[in-house]
């Protein structure tokens, strides 16, 4: 009895199971399942443990797999026996070669644009399995070639034809003799028309012969320099054959045909590729755009063009949803058109068109694991968590990266089980900056889902960022001002539909302008503290409350101040708006008590960390620096004592906490002698 290896990628398991039932002649399969774990071992690691020869199961998982491609080119040409069975690809076609060739260069490309999310304790494990994917990329073409040329078998399903030809050849296993190549100056070069040439070089390039191939349309160029068509041929063959990645010589050569032809399609199509991967994007547009001028209806053209402005140009996202539109309906996306398409209608809101399109994305390639990634996202934005969950588990089986603890956290079990905290969504009002800022960071270590709500675009989106990458939150950014009636009056009904249910609404919207006497202050300053203090307070609260009114249930808690206990010199309208926040909250109370919600209010003392002192006078810091000799409470400080004001149970309600540094004991007294005796230490 003679052993083989049985080699396949972990998810075909079953698949190799059903090939060793069916191979008789005393062959004993020894079985090799290559997962996709960043540390796990390389299939060319496991090879040396058996001899004999070696089948090859060779499906869209293995060709998709890291761990099963690196370093297999070596392996193929150290003169062991090799047969391939391959199912649903056809290797001997250019057609799938070029398939993978993309799926390759398109997740290394996903990959880059990653960089930059992960944290520091992550980086290196990410760094090292980028190398990873990156050198895959680099060999994948010559290998593809090389694995095509192996005696293999096509498996649909088992047949007797198929199993026979298996067993013939583990029977009498011996490599085939390698082909001999023929000499790169071929002679009948000199003689052959360009036509001809090119023919005849792809012919030897379709062989393996690459070096030879190469040296027949060398010399055809350089014999024939008036040739355009023969020496873009040449370029796409150095684009094919360059293992560095990196395409500098076909860039050269492409440069020379377009000057001589700034129109030739092929060409500049080619330009477009490799410019773009050479990050020359702006060349790379000019070149795309160039082709639509004059042949827009250039196959794959417009998601090409799509893909790199969405990429590279994120303020033209219109022009690149156009691009991208077009292409998906003339049926021309391949699968990372489909995912940028997906992505730039989410960004719109239209999560269910998005998440047509990403399930489009993986029946075209479907181990492409940054839109199983994207479903789990928007599965989970809709309340289908276990849904989330298989969805996450898939794109991390994939790709290894996406299993962050912070996506642990977000798609685990518990996220699953969909605990009652985990499902309650909170509105934070002047979520960008201060107090808001820093509840919104607190509430995310808890799990809550929030909906950021301020008036500056920028800084909500970098919030919603950073939430997102530190804790996997979920939330939905709202670019509103609470003065604004209208626009708050239309807030609830503009949020997607699983958005609209509010649990929690935290009124901290709110400032202090001026610090005069009353027969001095500015009326603007009165008018701004009374519309954002109070109207926007009640605005918002008559928004969201007819909600908790009717499903029985919620919290509105007020982001109050000791001003609202007392006065102060110079304070009178501030102080006014928040003894009315301090009257609003004890009556919201009394109203909304037999609809079993809960109504409260903190009442902070002096807080940093905050824009409250550079706000009130009028953005001059220098007299804003009203805390260099005490230590006052941080935003992070209020923001502990919110978490726990709403993760108390449902029978409890704390109706008022007020909260002052240890070094002030009233509004007006305050134990000036320094900061170092009482600074945190966190």
């Not at 490309?109 to 050198?135: H, N, P, V």
Request: aromatic residues 8%; charged residues 25%.
């Amino acid at each position: 009895m003679s052993a083989f290896a049985l080699t396949y990628s972990a998810e075909d398991q079953s698949v190799a199971r059903q090939i060793a039932a069916l191979v008789g002649g005393g062959a004993v399969p020894v079985h090799i399942p290559i997962g996709r774990d960043n540390e796990g071992p390389l299939l060319t690691e496991q090879l040396g443990a058996v001899g004999g020869p070696a089948v090859l199961l060779l499906t869209t998982a293995f060709l998709t797999n890291p761990n099963c491609l690196l370093g297999l080119e070596d392996v193929l040409t150290g003169g062991r026996a090799y047969f391939g069975v391959q199912e649903g690809v056809d290797l001997s076609s250019r057609r799938d070669r070029l398939r993978f060739v993309s799926h390759w260069q398109d997740r290394y490309i996903d990959l880059r644009r990653g960089l930059d999310t992960y944290g520091e304790s992550e980086q290196l494990a990410f760094d090292r399995y980028l190398q990873k994917i990156r050198e895959t990329s680099i060999a994948v073409p010559s290998l593809l070639d090389r694995l095509g040329q192996l005696p293999s078998v096509q498996w649909a399903e088992p047949t007797t034809g198929a199993t026979g030809e298996l067993e013939a050849f583990l029977t009498s296993p011996a490599p085939a003799a390698p082909a001999q190549p023929l000499p790169e100056n071929v002679g009948r070069v000199d003689e052959l028309r360009s036509d001809e040439a090119m023919e005849e070089a792809w012919e030897y390039y379709d062989r393996g012969e690459e070096r030879t191939a190469l040296g027949m349309l060398q010399q055809a160029a350089a014999r024939l320099p008036e040739e355009i068509e023969l020496r873009y041929q040449y370029a796409l063959m150095l684009a094919l054959t360059d293992r560095s990645g990196g395409g500098q010589a076909a860039r050269e050569v492409l440069d020379e045909v377009l000057d001589d032809d700034p129109y030739h399609p092929g060409a500049l199509l080619l330009s477009g590729e490799l410019y773009t991967a050479a990050g020359a994007t702006e060349r790379a547009r000019n070149d795309y755009e160039r082709v639509y001028e004059f042949a827009p209806d250039t196959p794959g053209l417009r998601e090409k063009l799509g893909v790199l402005v969405a990429e590279h140009f994120p303020t033209q996202e219109v022009t690149a949803r156009q691009y991208l539109e077009e292409a998906e309906a003339r049926g021309e996306l391949r699968a990372a058109g489909l995912y940028t398409y997906a992505q730039l209608l989410e960004a719109r809101g239209e999560h269910a068109r998005a998440e047509e399109i990403l399930l489009s994305c993986l029946a075209q390639d479907a181990a492409y694991a940054p839109a199983y990634y994207q479903l789990a996202v928007l599965s989970y934005r809709t309340g289908r968590r276990t849904e989330a969950r298989e969805y996450f588990e898939r794109a991390a089986g994939l790709e290894p990266a996406f299993a962050t603890p912070a996506n642990e956290a977000a798609f685990g079990e518990q996220a699953e089980s969909g605990g009652e905290q985990s499902e309650k969504t909170v509105l934070i009002s002047g979520a960008t900056s201060g107090i808001g800022k820093a509840t919104a960071r607190r509430l995310a270590e808890d799990g809550y889902r929030l909906i950021l709500l301020g008036r500056r675009e920028e800084l909500l989106d970098a919030l919603h960022d950073e939430l997102r990458e530190a804790h996997g939150t979920l939330s939905h950014r709202a670019q509103v001002d609470v003065r604004d009636r209208e626009a708050v009056g239309k807030l609830l009904h503009q949020l997607p539909e699983e958005w609209k249910q509010v649990d929690i609404l935290i009124n901290n919207a709110g400032k202090a302008k001026g610090f005069d006497p009353i027969q001095e202050g500015q009326l603007d300053h009165w008018d701004e503290m009374i519309d954002v203090n109070l109207r926007g307070l009640l605005y918002l609260t008559r928004a969201v409350t007819p909600g908790m009114v009717e499903r029985g249930r919620g919290m509105v808690l007020n982001v109050a101040s000791t001003a609202g206990k007392e006065v102060y010199p110079n304070g009178n309208v501030y102080c006014a708006t928040k003894h009315a926040v301090d009257a609003l909250t004890y009556a919201m109370r009394l109203d909304l008590v037999k609809h079993g919600i809960r109504v409260g209010q903190i009442c902070p003392a002096h807080v940093e960390e905050t824009e409250f002192a550079v706000v009130r006078f009028d953005g001059d810091r220098e007299r804003a620096r009203i805390y260099d000799d005490f230590q006052p409470l941080r935003a992070s400080d209020v923001a502990e004592a919110i978490a726990f004001m709403v993760n108390q149970p449902p029978h409890v309600n704390v109706l008022d906490m007020v909260l002052q540094g240890t070094q002030q004991a009233s509004s007006t007294v305050v134990d000036r002698s320094g900061r170092d005796r009482f600074a945190p230490n966190d």
